[in-house]
């Protein structure tokens, strides 16, 4: 087993969320986590252009939020605990999210998590 | 003085909380996972511990990653749960106990653990699942406790073996409290589980296994991981293992298993459950 440091090797499909992502997303994570509260969930619904520039969220994010696609979110700084935040707006849940990541159905999905216990 | 009568580690998945509100203990996909609970509730009827202390990591209620701290103790007389954004209905407050609150904080940083102390602290559902699960009536907590937040939020996360060190500083401290109390550490979250990326979705039970295994005899093991490493065999969110860790820290060097679980899948995750009693 290795020591904490500095082994770069990628984890496949797999982002750590470590102080370059935290940076580049810290825009997008404080807005999603002002949805904390009904009333700024409210605001966001009702002019969300007006709700991300309040944010100042980057042309990128911007994007992945008008597109509602998690992949693109994680790649523009995106912390999954607060954009679970964000998808609870669309009444989302964690395997809606995963379902969309992996490109499954949320019924393919559910069944990938139960062939775990095999 | 304060005696630690046990330890317990448990899932802390918010949807747990949306079972427990809708009374779905019976369903099929969640009667595997509740029927694990009652030899934990007839022990704490039995035992009737007058503190937890509840180890898990903050979602993003009390804390944003303008301040965020790797370990955060709450010294408060209550604290509040509200809600997180997708829906889970909070909870009635928890009684804090701030005494043995600042014992811990003096202690802990005595030990060179530097915390943060927060006197006001709102308790997401990391702390509040497991409460829920453990004292299921809900509607008066019948423990007063003392919430340790951990940052597995952002990396670079407190390492396996630190946080295996900073349970047993806790355990020490526990012990050399002044007052006759009963207390009861609880270890959320976890097992192997990935919410975000390309390999959401990827449970270890190999790993769980292994995990729920070695924590009762054999800690020291676990403690060699890296935090890396945890997230390759457990996924990215396996290091809330350190909260287990922190936990089993806390008690002997010899526990006895009184009771476990483990059911795949609860939302996406492995979920484990585990009742320690130090050894005589």
């Excluded at chain 1, 825009?27 to 007006?50: G, I, T, V």
């Excluded at chain 2, 079972?19 to 030899?39: E, M, N, S, V």
């Excluded at chain 2, 089993?248 to 009742?275: D, E, F, M, Q, W």
Aim: glycine share 8%.
């Amino acid at each position: 087993m290795s020591s904490e440091s500095a082994d770069p090797k990628e984890i496949w499909g797999t982002s750590i969320f470590d102080g370059r992502q935290a940076m580049k997303g810290y825009a997008l994570n404080k807005m999603c986590y002002s949805f904390n509260s009904a009333q700024n969930r409210e605001e966001f619904q009702r002019d969300e252009d007006a709700y991300c520039r309040k944010f100042g969220l980057n042309a990128q994010q911007r994007s992945a939020v008008r597109n509602r696609n998690v992949l693109e979110l994680i790649e523009a700084g995106g912390n999954i605990y607060y954009l679970a935040k964000f998808a609870g707006i669309f009444g989302l849940t964690v395997q809606d999210v995963g379902a969309q990541q992996t490109g499954m159905s949320v019924q393919e999905f559910k069944a990938k998590l139960v062939a775990a216990r095999e | 003085m304060a005696t630690i009568v046990g330890g317990i580690a448990t899932s802390h998945i918010p949807a747990i909380g949306a079972a427990i509100t809708g009374r779905l203990h019976q369903d099929p996909y969640w009667k595997p996972f509740f029927d694990g609970y009652p030899p934990v509730h007839a022990w704490l009827d039995r035992v009737r511990p007058d503190v937890a202390i509840v180890i898990y990591n903050d979602h993003g209620l009390n804390f944003f990653l303008d301040k965020m701290p790797t370990f955060a103790v709450g010294a408060a007389s209550t604290y509040e749960n509200a809600d997180e954004g997708w829906g889970l209905k909070p909870v009635p407050p928890f009684p804090g106990h701030p005494a043995l609150s600042w014992h811990i904080i003096e202690a802990l940083v005595a030990s060179e653990f530097d915390l943060t102390t927060c006197q006001e602290m709102q308790v997401d559902h990391g702390f509040a699942v497991p409460m829920s699960l453990l004292w299921p009536d809900r509607t008066e907590w019948p423990v007063r406790s003392v919430p340790i937040a951990v940052n597995t939020v952002q990396h670079p996360l407190p390492s396996p073996s630190r946080c295996y060190k900073f349970g047993k500083a806790l355990g020490k401290a526990i012990e050399a409290f002044p007052e006759n109390i009963k207390v009861v550490l609880v270890g959320t979250g976890g097992l192997s589980h990935q919410l975000e990326g390309r390999r959401a979705g990827f449970i270890n039970k190999q790993f769980d296994l292994m995990c729920m295994d070695k924590i009762v005899d054999d800690p020291a093991a676990l403690t060699r991981y890296s935090i890396r490493e945890l997230v390759e065999l457990a996924g990215s969110q396996g290091p809330e293992l350190v909260h287990w860790l922190m936990m089993r820290g806390a008690l002997t060097g010899h526990v006895k298993r009184l009771h476990s679980n483990y059911h795949i899948p609860i939302s996406n995750t492995g979920a484990g459950l585990l009742l320690l009693e130090n050894a005589a």
